[in-house]
T-cell receptor
Framework: DGGITQSPKYLFRKEGQNVTLSCEQNLNHDAMYWYRQDPGQGLRLIYYSQIVNDFQKGDIAEGYSVSREKKESFPLTVTSAQKNPTAFYLC?????????????FGPGTRLTVL | EDQVTQSPEALRLQEGESSSLNCSYTVSGLRGLFWYRQDPGKGPEFLFTLYSAGEEKEKERLKATLTKKESFLHITAPKPEDSATYLCAVRANTGRRALTFGSGTRLQVQP
């Protein structure tokens, strides 16, 4: 089955800790994205990557970091500098060769700060 | 700055009661407008892409339409399983491929 997997499904973080959220895709997509969703709000872009070893800041990148060492993987680290990290995190991927570049989403990781 | 506004924020319908959801947008050159369905605690599920004014797409009880300023998602004779949040997003005709999302419409269909 082709798709996007995210792990863990639930994550709890103590104050001052860094945590890493995993995102893997086997769709052979070259572009990958991280979004954050807060209750009652739309998705906001954190980081995106259009090719391996390259990534760009989105609209709310402060307090987050990413890497893109493999085409299939785009992990997101939530650092202690992120002041309000409790949210639902969504990873997406797309085929940049496709005309309209539809994005497909993983199941999400819910992060809670204790 | 690209903006997407969805209305209403929430909509409650009786089973079989047709209605429409609205997505108004401002974007510097529209590359595509996307509709997604999101169930609670899950990732958004892709529904439609619309590209140019006048275009329509259909899937089961859903039909999406597009004008130069807004898109409508028409739901015909909805069923309780259509209950979800419906998200609208736009992609501008720039190098950035990321989407700008609206805050969604929460639809509840009662039996």
């Amino acid at each position: 089955d082709g798709g996007i997997t995210q792990s863990p499904k639930y994550l709890f973080r103590k104050e001052g800790q860094n945590v890493t959220l995993s995102c893997e895709q086997n769709l052979n997509h070259d572009a990958m994205y991280w979004y954050r969703q807060d209750p009652g709000q739309g998705l906001r872009l954190i980081y995106y990557s259009q090719i391996v070893n390259d990534f760009q800041k989105g609209d709310i990148a402060e307090g987050y970091s990413v890497s893109r060492e493999k085409k299939e993987s785009f992990p997101l680290t939530v650092t202690s500098a992120q002041k309000n990290p409790t949210a639902f995190y969504l990873c997406a991927s797309s085929n940049s060769e496709a005309s309209y570049n539809e994005q497909f989403f993983g199941p999400g990781t819910r992060l809670t700060v204790l | 700055e690209d903006q997407v506004t969805q209305s209403p924020e929430a909509l409650r319908l009786q089973e079989g009661e047709s209605s429409s959801l609205n997505c108004s947008y401002t974007v510097s050159g529209l590359r595509g407008l996307f509709w997604y369905r999101q169930d609670p605690g899950k990732g958004p599920e892709f529904l439609f892409t619309l590209y140019s004014a006048g275009e329509e797409k259909e899937k089961e009880r859903l039909k999406a339409t597009l004008t130069k300023k807004e898109s409508f998602l028409h739901i015909t004779a909805p069923k309780p399983e259509d209950s979800a949040t419906y998200l609208c997003a736009v992609r501008a005709n720039t190098g950035r491929r990321a989407l700008t999302f609206g805050s969604g419409t929460r639809l509840q269909v009662q039996p």
